[in-house]
Each structure stands twice: as C-alpha cells, then as structure tokens.
C-alpha cells in the first residue's frame, strides 16, 4: 500500500473542497482558489474535515497514481492557506534585479537587460540581491523560479548567477599558471 497515498489530509478551517464528476477538485481558501482534474480512477472522499485516497487495484499504474493523488491535493490545500515561495540569490559583478510594475528587470551581463514579466498568480518581490517568487499554486511557483534561474545559472568557477537560496554549487578549481 501506498505510504503516501493512505496518510489521510487534514482540511483547516476557513477552505473549502468541492469534488465533482471525473475528480474534478476545486479547493477555495483565504489565499484563493485552485482548480484541477485528477486521475479518474482514485477515489477521493470527503468526510468531516478530512479527504481520504483510495485505489481501485494493485495494479503498477495505480499504485504511483495514488501517491500522486494524494501529495497534488495537499499541495493544493497548502497552497491556498499559507501559499508557496522560492527564494533566489543574484551573484556576481553587476548583476541586479529590479522591480518596474509587474515586470522583473535582471542586468545579468548580458548588453540588453532580461525582462520578465510576472505570471498570472506569481508576484515577485526584490530585496537586494534576493528575488522571492510567491504563489498559492506550487506548480507555477517552482517553474516561474526555475525560468528565472535559466536566465543565467550559477557557473562553477566564481560561482556568478542566479542561484536558489539553499542550493549550493559544487566549485571547480580554476587555471594554474606555467612558470
């Protein structure tokens, strides 16, 4: 049996789950509401406060199924009460990040500035060199950080670029000089 699949989801105070036909789940809070098609063949229960997941079979198909099931509605119900952020970090000789309305203005090295204009759902926030991504849908959260960072990813040797807050970046060791 699933480990994941079988842990029952507490829903908190003040959010609300809809479920309709061909698990169609509709999920409102104090942050706002997400909507999303699930696999068809879990069974989603709502019973006083708590969604349970069960499985039709044992057959390989369902089984990863329905950890998945389970793990996208907490992720749904987490997301619309406390919301999702990543944070990022800008390293390296003049390179920026600015805030203009919704749009983020990266000076990357690059001879033009990056603009990137912020997703439906995503607001960005600069604090120095630190660029948070926030959202209720963690989906959305993950990829928007993820675009970001490609604009340019961290390199080995100084260690330049847009790198997430708690990854770290395994160095290499530069040139050595002939004398």
């Given at each position: 049996?699933?480990?994941?699949g ?7 105070a003040?959010v609300t789950v ?11 809070g104090?942050k706002?509401t ?23 079979n ?5 089984r990863s199924?329905?950890?998945?099931t389970?793990t996208?509605l907490?992720?749904m119900?987490?997301?619309v ?5 990543k ?10 990040a600015?805030?203009?309305g919704?749009?983020l203005v ?11 204009v ?9 604090d ?12 959305k959260?993950g ?22 807050m ?6 290499k060791?530069?040139?050595t000089?002939?004398k």
């Amino acid at each position: 049996m699933s480990r994941i699949g079988r842990m029952p989801i507490a829903v908190p105070a003040g959010v609300t789950v809809d479920i309709a036909e061909n698990n169609k789940v509709t999920v409102k809070g104090p942050k706002g509401t997400l909507e999303r098609v699930l696999p068809a063949e879990m069974e989603i229960k709502l019973e006083a406060d708590v969604i349970t997941v069960s499985r039709p079979n044992d057959l390989k198909k369902m089984r990863s199924l329905h950890g998945l099931t389970r793990t996208l509605l907490n992720n749904m119900i987490v997301g619309v009460t406390n919301g999702y952020e990543k944070v990022l970090e800008v390293n390296g000789v003049g390179y920026r990040a600015q805030k203009q309305g919704n749009k983020l203005v990266l000076a990357l090295g690059y001879s033009h500035p990056v603009e990137m204009v912020d997703p439906e759902g995503i607001e960005t926030k600069v604090d120095g060199n630190k660029i948070s991504v926030c959202g209720i849908d963690k989906e959305k959260v993950g990829q928007y950080a993820a675009e970001i960072r490609e604009k340019r990813a961290p390199e080995p040797y100084k260690g330049k670029g847009i790198k997430y807050m708690d990854e770290t970046i395994r160095r290499k060791v530069g040139k050595t000089g002939k004398k």
